[in-house]
């Protein structure tokens, strides 16, 4: 007959709160791999199934559970300590802001609201375990972040003069906002991307959801991310 695990003896006169620093701890020790990458823009970063896994059997043996819930609002987690159901549980919350869907240049819709609404509770349900978890990545992750060539080999330059950092300054704060026709060509180059490789779903979301659904992005970092997804595109040639 099948039997519940129990959490560890150890554990089960410990709080929410101490239980979840010991599988925070657990977690650390357990040198989970990030399997979410991208060919050309050369970052990794944890998916969902990275996570998943490892801290449930955390979770499991300390005697903690979690529950998510999506209002429209936002997204919450808490995670409850199964030795004592009448202690408060900790909760974790991060705005609810569902992915838009993705348009091809004539405007029709290359994913439809099932697959949006799929991607963006994935996408919340990744950070709301990251919180829980205490999970840092490295700001290479960042969509915006990713258009830097990190493959480049370092230039030794000297240090930059006063004037050549008010222009590079002035540069930077020049940079306007990419105009519709270079969205809809990252729209399409998205949309391209997916159909050769649906398991790039949850980078493309990503991409979708750092940039406002595609209607936030300076008009540089939208055609240096073209510029690179073109790149990955020629990998599948």
Known sequence: MATTKQ??????????????????LRFLEANVEKSGKHIKLEFKYFELSDIIPTAIKIFSEVGLVTNTVFDGEKAIMTVWNTDNLEERGVEFVAPYREAGQILNRNGGEVTNPIQALGASITYLRRYLWMMA????EHDEIDAQNALQDVSAE??????ATVEERKEAKKELTASAEASADQINSLKAICKELLTKDGSQEEFISQIAMKTDGFTSIKADQCEALIGKLKDV????E
């Not at 595109?233 to 599948?236: A, E, G, I, S």
């Open 154 to 159: 370092p230039v030794h330059k000297a240090p």
């Open 7 to 24: 959490s560890a003896p150890q554990t089960t006169s410990m709080n929410v709160l101490q239980k979840l620093i010991l599988a925070r």
């Open 133 to 136: 978890l205490d999970i840092v």
């Open 233 to 236: 595109l020629q990998q599948y």
